[in-house]
């Protein structure tokens, strides 16, 4: 993922909104691989959002991860591929100034190969996507 400036990081940016894209499997099947996201940073995150953040011990990496539920300390955040870990359950909670922006749109590129007009069209009807905040699966992780 890109890295956001300093200016971005303290929520005084004159663009609001960055590019980033997926690399793993720990947001499907909401997010796979290869996607490209619109991440509106320093935006509200409410429980059920799809947010980027630093990781906790190593924070020149960010994150993709699905914000759970507000509890002391920061976010408890969870893939929504349960068996690709990397989560809250590993390094705990996320503490509000790691967490840089939530994702707001998804597009994800043609694959190599879809060429007949069928493949074609079920890829533009599926290709651009709004994210949004999934409080069904915001209550389900937390159950875990």
């Given at each position: 993922?890109?890295?956001?400036?300093?200016?971005?990081?303290?929520g005084?940016?004159?663009?609001?909104?960055?590019?980033?894209?997926?690399?793993?499997?720990?947001?499907?099947?909401?997010?796979?691989h290869?996607?490209?996201?619109?991440?509106?940073?320093?935006?509200?995150?409410?429980?059920g959002?799809?947010?980027?953040?630093?990781?906790?011990?190593?924070?020149?990496?960010?994150?993709?991860?699905?914000?759970?539920?507000?509890?002391?300390?920061?976010?408890?955040?969870?893939?929504?591929?349960?068996?690709?870990?990397?989560?809250?359950?590993?390094?705990?909670?996320?503490?509000?100034?790691?967490?840089?922006?939530?994702?707001?749109?998804?597009?994800?590129?043609?694959?190599?190969?879809?060429?007949?007009?069928?493949?074609?069209?079920?890829?533009?009807l599926?290709?651009?996507?709004?994210?949004?905040?999934?409080?069904?699966?915001?209550?389900?992780?937390?159950?875990?």
């Amino acid at each position: 993922m890109p890295e956001p400036s300093q200016d971005v990081e303290r929520g005084r940016s004159t663009v609001p909104f960055g590019l980033a894209e997926v690399t793993g499997p720990s947001m499907v099947p909401t997010l796979y691989h290869g996607d490209q996201l619109v991440v509106r940073y320093g935006a509200r995150v409410r429980p059920g959002d799809v947010i980027v953040l630093r990781h906790p011990f190593q924070q020149d990496l960010l994150v993709v991860k699905r914000a759970v539920e507000r509890r002391e300390g920061g976010w408890w955040v969870r893939g929504d591929n349960a068996y690709a870990g990397g989560d809250s359950t590993d390094y705990g909670t996320v503490p509000d100034e790691l967490v840089l922006g939530a994702v707001r749109f998804r597009y994800r590129p043609r694959k190599r190969g879809q060429r007949s007009p069928l493949a074609a069209l079920r890829w533009a009807l599926s290709a651009a996507r709004p994210v949004l905040a999934d409080r069904s699966a915001s209550r389900r992780l937390r159950a875990r």
